[in-house]
Every structure is written in C-alpha cells, then in structure tokens.
C-alpha cells in the first residue's frame, strides 16, 4: 500500500484529531474528536474509535464511538454503563489528597488540588458525573476520613 492510498479518506487535520481523541485529561476534547473523525471511514480511525469506544473511562465518550462505528456498519456491541469505579482506588486518591492540605481546608480547595493534582480523573468523573459531580465529589470529600 503506497502513501496515497494510506492517506485517501483522511481529514486534514487527521493528527491533530489523534493527540485530541489520545488526551486523558479532556474527555470534551476526546468527544469533539470522535464527533469529526466519524465524519471520515477509514481503517485508522474506525481503530481510534474502537479503542474509545472500548476503555474511554467517560461513557459518553464510549457512547459516540459505538455510534459513529455502527453508522459505519462495524459489528460493534453498545459498550457498558454500568461500571464500579472508573479509577481503582478512587478513596484512596481522595485521601491523599485531603492529606496534604491543612487540617480545617475547605471542599473547595480541595477540589482545586484534586484538578491540579490529577486532572486525568478530575476530568474523567467530571465527564461522567455531568450535572452530578459535585454532589458526588463533595460527598466522597466529606466521608473520607484523615
């Protein structure tokens, strides 16, 4: 297979949209991803779009994938809702975190140090939580004990 043929079907901005759908730390950027490759049917990105649809930690994402695959007549099975924790550990994370500010700092900060610290699952159960992630963070905040 010679270079045109490997790149017949491509969009332009095709590399561009590989880092985009690759970025563990911006599940809205992986989904805009998914939303223009699924424009294009093509081996390289029906592949980009299988591994999303298959461990992409947000559901929605995982959810567009199948989409686009499906419309591109790909054999695909509607992927998993259900799911125990999307980070193992995620106690454990919280923990370490409370752990390294003050003793009397708010939900607040400790939210801000949890998005410095590790966006990637800031970022994923932000995705995944939507309009309920607060509620839900706020909560393992407050059971998690120093």
Known sequence: MNNEELNNGLPENYEELKKAAG???????RLEAVEELGRFNHK?????????MVSDP??????AAYEKLKAFGEEVTVPSKNKAELFRGISKIVL???????????YEEFKEKLK??????YDAYE???GENFDAWLQ???ASSTK
């Open 23 to 29: 970025r563990s730390a911006d599940w809205r950027a």
């Open 44 to 52: 390289q990105i029906i592949d980009i779009l299988n591994r999303l």
């Open 58 to 63: 947000v559901y929605t994402v995982q959810e």
């Open 96 to 106: 370490r975190i409370k752990k390294s500010l003050p003793r009397d700092h708010s």
């Open 116 to 121: 410095k610290m590790r966006i990637d699952v």
């Open 127 to 129: 995705g995944e939580k």
């Open 139 to 141: 909560k393992l905040w």
